[in-house]
């Protein structure tokens, strides 16, 4: 676990809600030189906290669907288990491969445009690996609720801005042209790219780059920039919670309920699995057990029961396919 202090997390937390600032405008807003915010945001990397900067994209909005598997590890070993993260990793429609513990060992998100290739890519998946597969889950997502980094600010958040939230899975297909889906490509995973440098790349001008960015937001494709934090060298750990409903029509007062909680980042929807999945960001395991018996009280009609699992490590966190 590395030390920051206050200034530290306020800085990230500015970068968290948008990457792309500039320092001097981060700098204005938590007190410090653009010079000391730039300083600051070096160390922040050299210690790890700081992973790099991507782009939040709806991806449905490009007319693909997304696809979650869980996988439950039988009769394997180490060099196996990375064999098998390693293949899912390489995969250009692998967008997220992490490594998890409690009810499944592995949870991998694959963007799906044509049918037939993700079911000759499934049976490819089952015909070499199939047998170290105790048990599997396939769900389609749905949708994606995002809420502000407030676990950065300890007890000096906002709540107000926990009202502020980035949905993405949701509203009408955009077309956008081949220069859009290079741009996309580009910045998915380095949202802080300069202007000059993409439109060098891409072998055109910054003030195209710059409109069809703009453009790009305008339309709700790119919903964000955010910041991949190594959270375990703050201290936290990633607890996805499934949650199973007895009483469906409560399932929106519980969100309007534990939205308010500054340790809760994400609120997902799939089809085929729990009514309910939301994930937290929590020091330790009786702080999730704390949270859930706190819910289970406040709707005790409600809630049936809960799973968790722990993500121990992100092998690939994407918003758009490589390829």
């Known amino acids: 676990?590395?030390?920051?202090?206050?200034?530290?997390?306020?800085?990230?937390?500015?970068?968290?809600?948008n990457s792309r600032q500039p320092f001097s405008l981060i700098g204005k807003k938590v007190g410090l030189p653009k010079t000391v915010v730039s300083y600051r945001i070096s160390r922040l990397k050299e210690l790890g906290i700081i992973k790099n900067f991507y782009t939040v994209i709806d991806i449905y909005k490009l007319g693909f669907i997304m696809m979650r598997f869980h996988y439950k590890y039988q009769y394997t070993t180490p060099k196996i288990e990375k064999e098998i993260i390693d293949y899912f990793v390489k995969h250009t429609n692998s967008t997220l491969v992490a490594s998890t513990k409690g009810i499944f060992n592995l949870k991998v998100i694959k963007i799906i445009k044509n049918i037939n290739d993700f079911y000759n890519k499934w049976q490819e998946t089952q015909k070499k690996f199939g047998y170290y597969f105790q048990d599997k889950t396939s769900s389609l997502f749905i949708n994606e609720m995002y809420y502000t980094p407030s676990y950065l600010l300890l007890n000096d958040y906002d709540k107000e801005k926990r009202e502020k939230v980035t949905l993405i899975g949701r509203g009408k297909q955009v077309e956008i042209?081949?220069?859009?889906f290079k741009i996309l490509k580009l910045i998915s995973s380095n949202a802080r790219m300069q202007m000059t440098d993409i439109a060098q790349k891409l072998g055109s001008t910054t003030h195209t780059v710059r409109y069809k960015i703009k453009k790009l937001k305008q339309s709700g494709v790119i919903q964000g920039f955010r910041t991949d934090i190594d959270i375990t060298r703050l201290g936290y750990h990633i607890f996805r919670v499934n949650i199973f409903l007895k009483d469906y029509k409560q399932r929106n007062k519980i969100i309007n309920y534990i939205k308010f909680?500054?340790?809760?980042?994400?609120?997902?929807?799939?089809?085929?699995?729990?009514?309910?999945?939301?994930?937290?960001?929590?020091?330790?395991?009786?702080?999730?057990?704390?949270?859930?018996?706190?819910?289970?009280?406040?709707?005790?009609?409600?809630?049936?029961?809960?799973?968790?699992?722990?993500?121990?490590?992100?092998?690939?966190?994407?918003?758009?396919?490589?390829?």
């Open 1 to 17: 676990m590395e030390k920051i202090d206050f200034k530290d997390r306020k800085i990230l937390y500015q970068l968290d809600l």
């Open 261 to 323: 909680n500054p340790n809760l980042i994400f609120i997902d929807t799939y089809t085929g699995d729990a009514d309910l999945e939301v994930e937290f960001y929590l020091e330790d395991m009786n702080q999730l057990h704390q949270i859930m018996q706190n819910l289970m009280g406040k709707f005790p009609d409600a809630i049936s029961y809960y799973k968790h699992l722990n993500i121990i490590k992100y092998h690939k966190f994407l918003y758009m396919p490589t390829e």
């Open 177 to 180: 042209d081949d220069m859009d």
